[in-house]
């Protein structure tokens, strides 16, 4: 019983707006990713979440209770912060520690040397050291736990931030940009293992990133966030194959969704590519197209770059439709196994026509269900 | 070549110069402590003969150190300064944290406004308060107390100032995370905040201990008990004789003085250096 749900969350920093009324169920034990390019609201939606920032109107609720106005640390959540905000003068294991002791130790009993003495005191220490190293060793940070946070490397400090949070065992983890600190290998290898803890522990997670690659590889459902409005919210493989927006349809996936004017095409390649009326672009993916020879094409070009990444190679096309003023780059995918090509060959590109996705002038999909009413 | 070897010869000029000028200026600095010491132990008959000796031709430190510690209690006057140096840094301690965190770290209304006001704090000259409080404590009858020498100085505008630029740089995140972990305010400046602004508080700790161990002018307005007097006012007690006669005395009471601040200074300059970047810094 640990979902949440936002209802209508608004929030401006003075004239200018930040989120403009988010609704958004979060299922328990679901993990949600907010992705949007940065600015677009979606860490200040976190931090309202975790109670760090108040909403100027809507309400969130968390486990079936409303909790604004209550404090971060009376909403049974925790956060994994993008620089990790680990205590520098504390070791690991006081870190990792501190939740415990402010939620166990009275008041009396926190206090530096009197504390040490009361009665009482003993027996939680001891509980508390047992869940951290046995939460430490879940980690694989056991032996880490009388360093400093600066003798640690950035993965080790990641992981003593997400055991601090983990220790305590909240309904709800928040991860802020957790990721975008590590190197590039780090960053996949940890992606993996929160995806595994998010399995085991079976909370609650939203995670925070720009980095759609990371959105589409973890969650379980993607929440597309553009200028402080929650665009689609879908699996991942529903957002990539069914965006309802443009803004949606080239912000997932990679290499970028194909975008081509209806403008700059002729009617003969228009009605080739299955263009509706009032369809302003046209869009596919790079795997959605055939190569062929430059007459059979729908669309023509040369070639300005083979991008060879093993399993699939990218061709990246400079295409000239009738209209167009300049070349037009599109990206096709081709297998290794076919033809090789080389820059500066000259090729014909065919997108096949029922997997090309259609927009309207305010970038809203055009779906097929209105294509057949067209 | 050649050039190469011209830079470095003008390279050597530069650097000749630039230590030729800061050591001259290190002299004028030098020479009054120097004129202390050489007076504190001459006998008073070698003090105002014409011809001058750095060391005297008869030695008469022993004596004057031995009049310096024994005829007025000096010790009682070190005690003092360290009672009322240390209180006076404590009680600041306890208003600059929480002023210096919430200027830096809490968003209220008004902030900048208070945050104007301290800075307008630190243009007032404490000369100009003076009567101010004279009065005031006159009113509450603790004239000539050790809460005159303390209580006009708890808050520092300068310590606000300092802590709260220290503070600024403390990044969001760890006082976000340690509001999850569930503590109160007070408690992320005892455990976060005091912790890691350990340099900050040595180097304000430093500034303020130095003033007020010199200080000779608030001293001398509050207190008339010789023996609540401060090491500065204290050596004022050798001068009331007669003219020359303790002035060897009065050089031996001056080193003694200024001893401690030397030690303390050479242990911890790097603090000090540190301590007046920070401010220059943010």
Redesign the interface.
């Known amino acids: 019983m640990s979902g949440i749900a936002l209802s209508a969350v608004a929030k401006s920093h003075g004239a200018t707006p930040v989120l403009r009324g988010i609704s958004l169920d979060i299922r328990d034990g679901e993990f949600l990713t907010l992705v949007g390019p940065s600015g677009c609201g979606k860490s200040t939606l976190l931090r309202i979440i975790a109670g760090l920032d108040a909403q100027d109107s809507g309400a969130v609720v968390i486990g079936g209770r409303v909790v604004d106005g209550l404090r971060p640390k009376d909403r049974d959540v925790a956060m994994v912060f993008q620089a990790y905000a680990l205590y520098p003068h504390m070791s690991v294991f006081d870190n990792m520690a501190l939740p415990l002791r402010m939620r166990r130790l009275s008041g009396a009993q926190r206090l530096p040397l009197v504390g040490a003495l009361s009665p009482g005191r003993r027996p939680i220490e001891e509980g508390i050291r047992h869940e951290v190293e046995e939460t430490a060793a879940l980690l694989d940070i056991g032996h880490l736990l009388s360093r400093k946070p600066g003798q640690l490397s950035g993965g080790q400090r990641q992981r003593v931030a997400l055991g601090r949070a983990m220790v305590r065992h909240p309904a709800v983890f928040l991860m802020d940009e957790p990721l975008s600190n590590l190197d590039a290998k780090l960053r996949v290898q940890m992606r993996a293992e929160i995806t595994a803890l998010h399995r085991r522990l079976g909370s609650t997670f939203v995670f925070v990133t720009h980095d759609q690659a990371e959105a589409m590889t973890m969650s379980d459902r993607v929440a597309v966030m553009m200028a402080g409005e929650l665009i689609q919210v879908g699996a991942p493989d529903e957002l990539y194959a069914d965006p309802r927006d443009m803004r949606v349809a080239e912000f997932i996936g990679s290499p970028k969704i194909n975008v081509v004017p209806a403008a700059a095409l002729d009617q003969g390649t228009r009605a080739a590519m299955a263009a509706v009326p009032g369809a302003s672009a046209l869009a596919f993916r790079p795997e959605a197209a055939d190569i062929c020879a430059p007459a059979a094409g729908v669309l023509a070009g040369s070639i300005t770059g083979v991008e060879n990444l093993g399993a699939d190679i990218f061709l990246h096309v400079a295409a000239r439709p009738a209209h167009s003023q300049g070349a037009l780059p599109l990206i096709v995918r081709v297998a290794p196994s076919g033809r090789r090509f080389a820059v500066g060959d000259v090729v014909g590109v065919n997108p096949d026509p029922a997997r090309v996705l259609q927009f309207d002038a305010g970038g809203r999909r055009l779906k097929a269900r209105e294509r057949v009413a067209a | 070549m050649r050039d190469l070897v011209r830079n470095i010869r003008v390279l050597r000029w530069r650097v000749l110069a630039r230590h030729g000028a800061l050591a001259l200026t290190t002299l004028f600095a030098l020479i009054p402590f120097v004129w202390m010491l050489s007076l504190s132990v001459k006998p008073p008959e070698e003090i105002f003969q014409p011809e001058f000796h750095l060391w005297p031709q008869k030695f008469n430190g022993l004596e004057n150190y031995s009049v310096a510690l024994t005829a007025a209690p000096m010790h009682l006057f070190l005690i003092n300064g360290l009672f009322v140096c240390a209180t006076i840094f404590l009680l600041q301690l306890l208003v600059c944290v929480p002023c210096a965190y919430a200027l830096a770290k809490l968003r209220f209304r008004g902030r900048d406004t208070l945050f104007a006001a301290v800075l307008v704090g630190l243009l007032v000259p404490p000369q100009a308060l003076a009567i101010p409080h004279f009065v005031l404590l006159h009113v509450f009858g603790l004239l000539d107390t050790y809460a005159a020498l303390i209580l006009p100085w708890i808050i520092s505008t300068f310590g606000i100032f300092l802590m709260r630029q220290f503070f600024r740089a403390v ?1 969001d ?2 006082i ?8 109160g305010e007070f ?1 992320i400046i005892w ?2 905040m005091i ?2 602004a350990v340099p900050a508080i040595a180097a304000f700790g430093i500034f303020s201990v130095v003033a007020h161990w010199n200080d000779l002018f608030w001293p001398l307005i509050a207190i008339r008990s010789e023996e609540l007097s401060t090491p500065a006012l204290g050596i004022l007690l050798f001068r009331d004789d007669e003219a020359g006669q303790f002035l060897g005395p009065l050089m031996a009471g001056a080193t003694i003085i200024v001893a401690p601040l030397v030690v303390a200074f050479l242990f911890a300059q790097q603090r000090f250096i540190d301590g007046i970047s920070f401010t220059a810094r943010t």
Request: charged letters at 40%; glycine letters at 6%.
């Open positions: 990044p995140e760890l976000d995370a340690a509001r999850l972990d569930g503590l408690e455990r976060v912790p890691v």
